[in-house]
């Protein structure tokens, strides 16, 4: 028998080592390109703002559900156990997208959710789509590209530009950068000094910026190198930012060429960016090439699954 549980907090140290279990499930083969992550981690995600479930079987945890919201859109992003049978999975993922909805709703969500699936016509997307019956439409919010080959990338910064460690620059001007930069894309959330700030420490990022005539910021690029889930070392590209108006002008390429160029020297052979839809043709003029697209699924609300097995608190 299913069981949905409420209101975990990420403070039992049992739950996070298993939801670290079926993390590292969930991405399967994939896992080289995916970062490792401990109990520590998990517990943040369950003690952030938003609807957060845990789902059992006989016991065992199947599947962790989080329901929150974007501007007036509900986003929900199902992890679960993808090896289960078929009919044992579909059922599973229609009961997480009822529980998403029912969160939503309480959260006052109307019109559209966004189901964030992993990789496009990976387990999680078939389940979700089979879940919804055909409504819904997808969506790629982005690709995964890998860098291919290790041919030295010259691209110089562009006449009176110097690329320098971007923590020389105030945080308040780079989020401002970001935010402009990125104010175009649906998915980009604007970003605090704050917010930049603990995505800096707390991830350990390399960044790189750009400076114009009077040191104003013209770019942002940062990047991380993580153990992955297969237990070797991959490096992925982060934001790679350049403020509209000096777009188009190499700015972005000399970033991106300066921190290629740092972690070939460390001796990192995998190298992944997350492209936005819409720019891999940039990515992949620069040595890159597709991996596998993301894949979201955007459903009206009330076109999820009904129904639920009674929920309980932790």
Not at 52 to 67: D, Q, T
Not at 223 to 252: K, M, Y
Request: aromatic share 10%.
């Amino acid at each position: 028998m299913l069981r949905i549980v409420e209101g975990y907090d990420g403070s039992d140290a049992s739950v996070n080592v298993a939801v670290v279990r079926l993390y590292e499930a969930y991405w399967g083969r994939d896992g080289w390109a995916v970062k490792r992550i401990d109990p520590g981690e998990v517990s943040r995600w369950f003690s952030a703002p938003g609807g957060k479930a845990l789902f059992y079987l006989g016991g065992v945890l199947v599947g962790a559900a989080w329901a929150w919201t974007a501007g007036a859109t509900g986003s929900i992003w199902l992890l679960f156990d993808c090896t289960l049978p078929a009919g044992a999975g579909l059922r599973l993922a229609s009961c997480m997208l009822a529980w998403s909805r029912l969160s939503l709703l309480g959260r006052g969500v109307r019109g559209v959710a966004d189901v964030r699936c992993g990789f496009w016509h990976g387990p999680a997307h078939r389940a979700v789509r089979l879940a919804l019956g055909g409504c819904g439409v997808d969506v790629s919010w982005g690709t995964l590209m890998v860098l291919e080959g290790w041919e030295p990338l010259r691209r110089p910064p562009p006449r009176g530009v110097a690329l320098e460690d971007c923590r020389a620059v105030d945080e308040e001007e780079l989020a401002q950068l970001l935010n402009e930069a990125f104010a175009g894309y649906e998915w980009w959330s604007p970003l605090t000094s704050e917010d930049l700030r603990q995505r800096l420490n707390r991830r350990q990022m390399h960044c790189l910026v750009a400076l114009g005539g009077e040191g104003v910021p013209l770019g942002y690029l940062d990047f991380e190198v993580f153990r992955a889930l297969d237990g070797g070392e991959t490096a992925e590209i982060g934001f790679l930012a350049v403020r509209p108006g000096f777009q188009g002008r190499g700015v972005g390429k000399a970033l991106l060429s300066c921190a290629l160029g740092e972690l070939r020297s460390r001796g990192v052979d995998r190298i992944v960016v997350d492209s936005a839809a819409g720019r891999e043709s940039f990515y992949a003029g620069l040595g890159f090439r597709v991996y596998k697209r993301w894949a979201m699924v955007r459903a009206p609300l009330d076109s999820l699954p009904q129904g639920l097995p009674t929920l309980e608190r932790f």
